[in-house]
């Protein structure tokens, strides 16, 4: 997944919601690490709203 970070609530969510409807189509033995790069993209989001 790796993309640029928007900080926009509304994109990210989009962008969240679109990879998870493609980490879904995918097979199971994938998911793990779409999973972790979706993880981590949510982490950066929080991040930079707490100013961490």
């Known amino acids: 997944?790796?993309?640029e970070l928007h900080v926009?609530?509304?994109s990210l969510v989009?962008?969240?919601?679109?990879?998870?409807v493609e980490?879904?189509?995918m097979a199971i033995?994938?998911?793990a690490e779409?999973?972790?790069a979706l993880h981590l993209t949510?982490?950066?989001?929080l991040s930079s709203?707490?100013?961490l």
């Open 1 to 3: 997944m790796q993309q």
């Open 8 to 10: 926009d609530g509304s």
């Open 14 to 20: 989009e962008e969240v919601r679109n990879e998870l």
């Open 23 to 25: 980490i879904d189509a």
């Open 29 to 31: 033995n994938d998911h």
């Open 34 to 36: 779409h999973y972790e």
């Open 42 to 45: 949510l982490v950066k989001a």
């Open 49 to 51: 709203i707490d100013g």
